[in-house]
């Protein structure tokens, strides 16, 4: 299968991916309309406190944007090692057209990134439902657009943060997985090395869910010494070695840097304290209290870690497993609640925000239940199980290691397509009078999302951006 081939849009594609580029152009559009006039200005070195303070999308960064504006490896390396470089052609770019224009067209170039990842991720959503389980074009459409009603998948198309990208990546290799089940072909060595090298280069987890696809398409296969060596061990070993190199040539030195500063700065408070008056150091030590408050606050909505070091360092044992099902994984993820909509955890939204109507809970169960029972009807596909099992892995870290747990929604768009691919297993087994109903109880719940999602983010970009911080 040629890149080209992989890319091209087909005939029966091109009517919906059309009106799905719309949407996302329309959404992206509507995005940099409201936030143009901040970050658009030219500036040397005052980005960071410009985007940091103002770009408020829940719980997305904006490491992107200041990324391809002034570029430097400012992502966590053990997680994304590649993303800063897969940035650094944006950034050129981005910097002559700036001293072309004298504005900073950052929020034009990432939406460019954004809308290619965001359209193909619909095209190969649909292919999926279409080739790989074997709908009619009308089924494979509606469970296509009913995945991108969801809200945190509709939102991902304008969030200039890494999981689009990675939803892209992650459709692209179940689509090419499922082919390869489909006609009994092998995952290849070097195909899952790159694959898995690019992928988990985005986010280190995706990694895993490449190693599974190797797996699935090429069952006992898969553990062959010269598979294991060449598509596991070694993409593997590149990749931390990557990520090592990356740490001690461009953190490392940032790190002792702030090390040295920070200690300079220690220092020279304790002597201002030491010369301050008792009215001045009531005051200091009222305004260091509350701080200390806010620090607090914020501590607690990130949970209990496992140990405070290392990659335990961001799990979670205390923040509620019941609550986040409800309230966030399969709440927020899929239905925006309308109170502290799009805030960010760590600032105002507190954890868990309950849902005004009943209907919210009536909409996330039907659309859990087709999801179960969508995969009792294909428990026996392998390619489900693949699905699945991806989806298992997410669970783990976040639910059970609780890693990203008190905003596990923004997470989404690496998960919630598997959601419509279980429900296609269900349209596919029953009979034409139950398909239907099926069918007619999706088009109404996407209907919903669409309308309830679409409203709530529409009137969220055309607001005051005051009012929303």
């Given at each position: 299968?040629?890149?080209?081939?992989?890319?091209?849009?087909?005939?029966?594609?091109?009517?919906?991916?059309?009106?799905?580029?719309?949407?996302?152009?329309?959404?992206?559009?509507?995005?940099?309309?409201?936030?143009?006039?901040?970050?658009?200005?030219?500036?040397?070195?005052?980005?960071?406190?410009?985007?940091?303070?103002?770009?408020?999308?829940?719980?997305?960064?904006?490491?992107?944007?200041?990324?391809?504006?002034?570029?430097?490896?400012?992502?966590?390396?053990?997680?994304?090692?590649?993303?800063?470089?897969?940035?650094?052609?944006?950034?050129?770019?981005?910097?002559?057209?700036?001293?072309?224009?004298?504005?900073?067209?950052?929020?034009?170039?990432?939406?460019?990134?954004?809308?290619?990842?965001?359209?193909y991720s619909y095209i190969f959503l649909y292919r999926i439902h279409r080739e790989v389980i074997g709908l009619k074009r009308g089924?494979?459409?509606?469970?296509?657009?009913?995945?991108?009603?969801?809200?945190?998948?509709?939102?991902?198309?304008?969030?200039?943060?890494?999981?689009?990208?990675?939803?892209?990546?992650?459709?692209?290799?179940?689509y090419i997985s499922g082919v390869c089940i489909k006609k009994r072909r092998e995952f290849k060595w070097w195909q899952s090395a790159?694959?898995?090298?690019?992928?988990?280069?985005?986010?280190?987890?995706?990694?895993?869910?490449?190693?599974?696809?190797?797996?699935?398409?090429?069952?006992?296969?898969?553990?062959?010494?010269?598979?294991?060596?060449?598509?596991?061990?070694?993409?593997?070993?590149?990749?931390?070695?990557?990520?090592?190199?990356?740490?001690?040539?461009?953190?490392?030195?940032?790190?002792?840097?702030?090390?040295?500063?920070?200690?300079?700065?220690?220092?020279?408070?304790?002597?201002?304290?030491?010369?301050?008056?008792?009215?001045?150091?009531?005051?200091?030590?009222?305004?260091?209290?509350?701080?200390?408050?806010?620090?607090?606050?914020?501590?607690?909505?990130?949970?209990?870690?496992?140990?405070?070091?290392?990659?335990?360092?961001?799990?979670?044992?205390?923040?509620?497993?019941?609550?986040?099902?409800?309230?966030?994984?399969?709440?927020?993820?899929?239905?925006?609640?309308?109170?502290?909509?799009?805030?960010?955890?760590?600032?105002?939204?507190?954890?868990?925000?309950?849902?005004?109507?009943?209907?919210?809970?009536?909409?996330?169960?039907?659309?859990?239940?087709?999801?179960?029972?969508?995969?009792?009807?294909?428990?026996?596909?392998?390619?489900?199980?693949?699905?699945?099992?991806?989806?298992?892995?997410?669970?783990?870290?976040?639910?059970?290691?609780?890693?990203?747990?008190?905003?596990?929604?923004?997470?989404?768009?690496?998960?919630?397509?598997?959601?419509?691919?279980?429900?296609?297993?269900?349209?596919?087994?029953?009979?034409?009078?139950?398909?239907?109903?099926?069918?007619?109880?999706?088009?109404?719940?996407?209907l919903w999302l669409f309308t309830y999602n679409g409203y709530l983010l529409i009137d969220f970009l055309l607001s005051p951006i005051?009012?929303?911080?």
């Open positions: 299968m040629g890149v080209f081939r992989l890319f091209r849009v087909k005939a029966e594609e091109r009517l919906q991916a059309v009106i799905a580029l719309a949407v996302i152009v329309v959404l992206n559009g509507l995005f940099i309309y409201r936030m143009h006039g901040l970050f658009m200005q030219p500036g040397f070195g005052g980005y960071w406190k410009v985007f940091e303070r103002e770009l408020h999308l829940s719980g997305y960064d904006p490491l992107t944007y200041l990324t391809v504006t002034d570029w430097d490896v400012v992502y966590q390396v053990y997680r994304h090692p590649l993303l800063a470089f897969m940035m650094w052609p944006l950034h050129v770019v981005n910097e002559g057209l700036t001293s072309l224009s004298g504005v900073n067209c950052v929020q034009y170039l990432v939406a460019l990134l954004l809308i290619a990842c965001s359209m089924d494979a459409t509606l469970l296509s657009v009913y995945g991108f009603s969801f809200a945190y998948i509709l939102l991902s198309v304008l969030v200039p943060d890494h999981f689009t990208i990675s939803m892209f990546l992650l459709l692209v290799t179940l790159l694959f898995f090298y690019i992928t988990a280069g985005v986010t280190l987890s995706n990694g895993i869910k490449v190693f599974l696809s190797g797996f699935f398409v090429n069952l006992k296969d898969f553990f062959r010494l010269k598979y294991l060596l060449l598509a596991v061990v070694l993409p593997a070993a590149l990749l931390w070695g990557t990520a090592v190199w990356e740490y001690r040539t461009y953190v490392l030195p940032k790190e002792k840097a702030r090390a040295e500063m920070k200690e300079r700065r220690e220092k020279a408070l304790e002597e201002r304290v030491a010369q301050m008056t008792t009215e001045e150091r009531a005051r200091y030590e009222a305004k260091k209290a509350r701080r200390e408050a806010v620090l607090k606050a914020q501590a607690a909505k990130m949970g209990e870690p496992m140990e405070d070091h290392g990659f335990l360092k961001w799990t979670d044992i205390s923040t509620s497993r019941w609550q986040t099902f409800y309230e966030n994984l399969f709440g927020e993820s899929l239905q925006f609640h309308q109170d502290y909509l799009l805030e960010d955890t760590l600032v105002h939204r507190p954890v868990f925000v309950a849902y005004r109507w009943t209907l919210s809970y009536v909409v996330e169960g039907l659309i859990l239940l087709l999801f179960v029972v969508g995969v009792w009807c294909g428990r026996q596909q392998r390619f489900l199980w693949l699905c699945l099992c991806c989806l298992g892995f997410d669970m783990f870290i976040h639910l059970v290691l609780g890693f990203g747990i008190n905003e596990i929604f923004i997470m989404a768009p690496h998960f919630m397509f598997v959601l419509p691919i279980a429900t296609a297993y269900l349209l596919q087994k029953l009979g034409e009078l139950a398909a239907t109903m099926v069918r007619v109880s999706v088009l109404m719940l996407t005051r009012a929303t911080l």
